[in-house]
């Protein structure tokens, strides 16, 4: 994905959800003084908040609600304020009655409308087409619309709860959003257990406007917000969502928890929120392509929230351990290798220090180990030493409980040695119950996260390392193909005004040929004599292919012979594979065989595919031929356009990739030529949205160059 | 590996560790007053837990320690008990000193000692020569011995805590045993806050007599252990290990955490315990052949001792989820999938009966909506629904912070409903902080595993689900191979006697043959005339292989020549392979060349490999040759002996198994006859363990049968 003007519009939108999200007052349509209503809940948040605006409760009889005056309809607020209506109306009525209130606030001209009830897309049919409808309403009105079926929003800085949370949000730097509501009651309630403290916190509901794009994009302009974490099961409109998100991460850490990534999971998504999206290679692509850091379980969206709110990013792979306990430093270590982070390399000058404070059989080697009767000093003189060795970019401090120094000791020494290095990510694990919570506590508010075990510390600190790489490169560049397109369109259009769906072999050879594709050399020969005349001009041996609209699998007939050489030989080959395709395929009109160059000596057999996902668009995927593709899914993957980083990535990432470097002193292949063919087919993607997929298989590499031998164009129905 | 003659040792051992962790009596060597002093902390850890037995603390001064008069020596123990001699011995002094008193308690015939002083093996050279002195003085003595550098045992039935944790371990059901002190106490202090009840914890410390074997041999006959649970660096003998885990886990699940599997753990490993062992796939195939549950990370380790412990089996894989929220549903779901369990479908008079019972827009399928308004009724009512379905194999009820229903209301009427339900597995996920702690305690309490994110909970029920069908498994029977023992002894006999350690062609394959080990047909021709003479006799085309004792890659020197046909392609084949081996491997000696049976057509390459690891013995190998195995690592492995399950087992595990199985249209291979080849290798293996390394390759496999081309095997020096 691109850079491009996106940037303009982005500037553009600054501050466009300030009504939202930082309104100067605020009417509670379905405000209530029953408790365990939502109406009563979040005015009574808005009020516990410390809201400095106007709040106007709205009800249709009442005089007063938790203190306030309450008026009969929004028309009557702007009456009371002059004309002005206010920026936000939170809607809380039941789903029949919301059209109408929203049909009110767009006549007084209400900036923004969050609507909390429920009963809309999630319920069905109807609720669709209701959903539809006041959709429609705001959009007309240009008013903003957060919702429906969604748990509110809380914004820390500007004192705004406006969510039916049962328990406020402890306030700090991560901003949360969410397209669940009662992981988001859950979140809120983390937030204070857990010390994770929240600048944000947005409920997307059933995103009928305003979705998970819009949120980041808000988040990301948000100075409070350090730290961007969401949970999501689909994403509304890739190509808008990747765009953002490519800004954003270079800014600020995207985290993401997907869920209905599985055919179970997506059978139980749709039943919750009506949305149906199970192609999870897509967003696996699409998190890849933008830095997005994809937590792979519940619990990781909060290990990684809280480590990137507090620590700086690891200057480099480089992990130190220091522990008075023997088997819980080596699962770290394993866990080291395992994520990627090397266990550093500690220096002499280091390792003198060290002899200096650790008694004789201590390991003096990273994880280095303070024996288990070590006391605070000692603890805290070792962790000090090991930050400052220019090898160590990140420390973990695993303790074990100790029989002989109270813990509340060394985790107050430990803070005090964590402040004198800033620069580097600190990280503890205590391990064990009782005593332990209390010093998880205070290291919490000190600042450092602190894990019970030591797998998910070190796994969070791979995260960060890894993502520090990613902040570093540069945006991508769009790589221009030369290409007649006059030429690619004219093919495209005479197969969609023909009505058929699948180009013919010719037709998609010169489609590819149009993007200067390099193609194995290919002419249809009717008779033998004409198989041996093309022979002859293509030189070195050929191979003959059945050509016949209606074949598509042509091994399945016999119609493939390859190295055919002597003109004998052509002739009867032709005669052969032309005689049995015919009895095998009485319906199939046979309109003679395929000439073809052979294949380079030598080559790799690729293939390179395009196939469009309705939310993402192109997808390109890469891999070898045949089995390695069907049985190890070794395929990568990346959404169009792709950038030279994207494709080289994508050729990178399969695993038989050692493969292609060169193995058993084999040549390595032409990367710049494979790459090409990538580039060629994302370009390809671009220009013609009807492809609905197009394989180029097999692809030919060698050390020598690349070459497509044959294609397939599929247009969309 | 099979069960054998090993239970009549089994019984013999009945009871051979009880006076080690029921003694009746207990003498405390360096017992202390001094506070923080781990011959302090027994002592007093021993007098708090209520041992029944007599207790005599040993000091070279002291008069009277913590309330008990103190001896001087263990000689005046047995001569104040008319001369019998404690049953267990601890022993808490200073390295050096330890052989002293293990002397002392052989001379009056001590019958247990446990020694939890360090500066042993774990120190370097000097401490294992120390330690191979105290072992062989308990081995002489016949004196059981635990430790050294240990933390101790608890035996919560007979009222002994004989560690110097700082805390007791809550009474219950898991036997724990643990290879590192450090993960010792955390663990201790886990059983207290995170009611994992423990009926045994045992700390093997440096395993100089009495390793992890013993410990679950003893656990297994423990009356009070449901579930052996344990942390472990290595493996002392693999062979031990695998006879008894193989038993125990046909009647208690066996779970473990084994730390330094990667590079970098290993060798914190060996810094920790100077044990050097970094073959990890040694201990995946050992796990897998004896139905270890194998826990991937720490907290899984107590997360599946704490299901174990309290629920029964699943009867099938069939779970259904039952929550207030829509997003942790999916999330649930999600990992059924990946986990390999199934979402139960419920039937329809569960749907009927869910009809009546959820409000109109609740999910009635799996996962079952109770949607977040939901009271405790509509929640238990759902549950009890639920758990009356058939193809509810297991449950798990999901909650997240409800608004209006306080949880205890909730928690206190499911476990009326679980209780209803005792023969089906029922788990908890309490998502969020705060007072959702208090919820999840009182699950605890009641005997209900209690998570805080999905992914665990369904994890744990997919591994209890798996080790119900390894249950049901009988016990592997061992296979006979029919063979010429002598041929073959005269073969390993001679090589050995010669010096040469790898086995020349001739031998090689003599070898096989005397195991009836199919090969294709290949014998050695001296001249090209031979060859043409051999050719005629294989019949139906041949191929040529390089025959030099000192070229091992045979490709490499274009010594291979497929498919030769006529007499005089053989022999001008025979003087081309030849003259090229003796250009580019003027070293070699060259006596001709092979001549072999062609390959059965459309046959694929497998390779049979046996490879002997230090602990375990033999490891047979199974996968394709080439580029899967080398670039995939598409390999499965066993320990020797196999069954004929665990052979069945290693050939479905390759991802590539599908191959074999018959793509597009080919046709199924030959199991049986593969099934046999791998059997013969596990038989040679057994047979000659001077056999270092074995490989079949390749192996050709087909739709008629299995034939090997090529052997080669190497002693051990």
Redo the contacts between chains.
């Keep these: 994905m691109f850079y491009r003007e996106y940037t303009e519009s982005i500037m553009q939108q600054q501050g466009f959800l300030t009504p939202l999200f930082n309104p100067a007052s605020i009417a509670v349509v379905g405000a209530s003084s029953k408790k365990?209503n939502p109406g009563n809940?979040i005015l009574s948040n808005l009020l516990e908040a410390g809201f400095k605006g106007k709040i106007f409760p709205i009800h249709p009889e009442a005089e007063n609600i938790l203190g306030l005056a309450a008026l009969r309809n929004l028309g009557a607020v702007a009456a009371l304020a002059g004309g002005k209506a206010p920026d936000l109306a939170i809607i809380a009525v039941p789903a029949a009655r919301v059209a109408g209130v929203l049909r009110e606030a767009a006549a007084i001209r209400v900036r923004a409308a969050m609507v909390i009830s429920?009963?809309f897309k999630?319920?069905g049919r109807a609720g669709a087409e209701l959903e539809r409808e006041i959709t429609e309403i705001a959009r007309k009105a240009g008013m903003l619309l957060l919702g429906p079926n969604c748990l509110g929003f809380i914004n820390n800085q500007a004192q705004v709860n406006a969510s039916?949370s049962?328990?406020p949000a402890l306030p700090g730097n991560v901003g949360f959003f969410?397209?669940?509501?009662?992981?988001s009651?859950?979140?809120?309630?983390?937030s204070?257990?857990?010390n994770v403290g929240l600048s944000a916190f947005i409920g997307l509901g059933n995103k009928a406007m305003l979705d998970e794009s819009d949120i980041i994009a808000y988040l990301t302009q948000d100075k409070n917000t350090r730290v961007i974490a969401g949970?999501l099961?689909s994403i509304e409109h890739g190509n808008r969502f990747m765009t953002q998100a490519q800004l954003t991460t270079r800014q600020k850490p995207v985290i993401i928890l997907r869920?209905?990534?599985?055919?179970?999971?997506a059978?139980?998504?749709s039943?919750?929120?009506g949305a149906v999206d199970g192609f999870d290679m897509a967003y696996e692509a699409a998190f890849k392509q933008t830095g997005v850091i994809r937590a792979r379980?519940?619990?990781e969206l909060f290990h990684l929230a809280r480590a990137f709110a507090t620590q700086p990013l690891p200057q480099g792979p480089g992990l130190a351990v220091v522990?008075?306990?023997?088997?819980?430093?080596?699962?770290?270590?394993?866990e080291?290798?395992?994520s990627g982070l090397?266990?550093a390399r500690l220096s002499e000058h280091t390792i003198d220090a060290l002899k200096e404070t650790l008694p004789a059989?201590a390991?003096l080697?990273n994880?280095v180990?303070v024996t288990?009767n070590a006391d605070e000093k000692r603890i805290t003189r070792t962790v000090d030493i090991v930050l400052q060795d220019p090898n160590t970019h990140s420390v973990l401090v695993l303790i074990?409980?100790p029989?002989?120094t109270p813990l509340e000791k060394i985790t107050e020494s430990l803070v005090a040695v964590f402040k004198k290095h800033p620069e580097k990510p600190i990280f503890c694990c205590f391990?064990?119950?009782?005593n332990?919570?209390e010093a998880e506590r205070s290291m919490f508010k000190a600042g450092y996260p602190c894990y019970?075990?030591?797998?998910p510390a070190v796994e969070v600190i791979a995260a960060m390392y890894k993502y520090g790489l990613w902040k570093k490169q540069p945006l991508p560049v769009e790589v221009g193909y030369r290409r007649e397109i006059n030429k690619a369109q004219k093919i495209i259009y005479a197969a969609k005004n023909s009505g058929e769906y699948e180009l013919g072999q010719p037709q998609a050879h010169d489609l590819f040929h149009a993007y200067e594709m390099p193609m194995l050399k290919t002419k249809l020969a009717r008779t033998s004599d004409e198989a041996v005349q093309i022979a002859k001009q293509l030189g070195n041996g050929v191979a003959l292919k059945i050509a016949s609209p209606q074949i598509k699998h042509k091994t399945d007939v016999g119609g493939v012979v390859l190295g055919l050489d002597h003109p004998n030989a052509i002739r009867s080959a032709f005669m052969e594979v032309t005689a049995k395709a015919k009895r095998l395929r009485p319906d199939a009109y046979i309109a003679g065989c395929y000439v073809q160059a052979m294949a380079p000596a030598k080559s790799h057999e690729m293939v390179v595919g395009l196939r469009r996902d309705p939310r993402f668009g192109a997808m390109i995927f890469f891999g070898f031929d045949g089995?390695?593709q069907?049985?190890?899914k070794?395929v990568s993957c990346r959404i169009a356009p792709l950038s030279l980083g994207d494709v080289q990535a994508m050729i990178r990432e399969i695993?038989?990739f050692?493969?292609l470097g060169g193995?058993h002193g084999q040549r390595s292949i032409n990367f710049v030529a494979l790459e090409d063919i990538l580039l060629i087919m994302s370009q390809v993607a671009q220009d013609f949205p009807e492809i609905q997929e197009a394989i180029c298989s097999p692809v030919l590499v060698s050390d020598r160059g690349a070459v497509v031998s044959d294609v397939r164009v599929v247009l969309a129905k």
Tied chains: 1, 2.
Excluded: C
Aim: aromatic share 10%; net charge negative; no cysteine.
């Design positions: 365990k809940m429920s009963g999630e319920t039916f049962g328990s969410s397209q669940s509501d009662s992981l009651s859950a979140l809120i309630n983390w204070q257990s857990g949970y099961e869920a209905g990534s599985t055919a179970a999971g059978r139980a998504a039943a919750h929120t379980y519940t619990e522990t008075n306990s023997g088997g819980p430093g080596i699962i770290a270590a394993d080291s290798e395992k090397t266990m059989f390991s080697y994880p180990g288990n074990t409980p029989n002989f391990m064990g119950g009782g332990l919570v019970r075990f030591p797998e089995i390695n069907e049985v190890f070794d695993r038989a050692p493969i193995m």
